[in-house]
């Protein structure tokens, strides 16, 4: 359906974006991915969920800014 091809496509764009995030390999990108299904949901997670999912302090906090950077803006 016209929504699932729409909901894969985004899914891609979300995974481009965290592959370019400083300080994340491919290993843990791959843990994170199966720990929140997604990588919508992965860009979603807070700090605190990224550090349950086995990132440690900084780069859980540097994911989730980079994550967040656009929402910043007016």
Request: hydrophobic share 45%.
């Amino acid at each position: 359906t016209i929504q699932n091809r729409m909901v894969i496509r985004m899914e891609k764009y979300y995974l481009a974006a965290l592959q370019m995030a400083d300080g994340i390999g491919c290993m843990q990108l791959s843990r994170l991915l199966m720990l929140f299904g997604t990588a919508k949901a992965v860009w979603q997670a807070s700090a605190a969920e990224l550090e349950q999912g086995g990132l440690e302090h900084m780069p859980a906090v540097g994911l989730a800014k980079f994550c967040r950077q656009d929402e910043a803006r007016p």
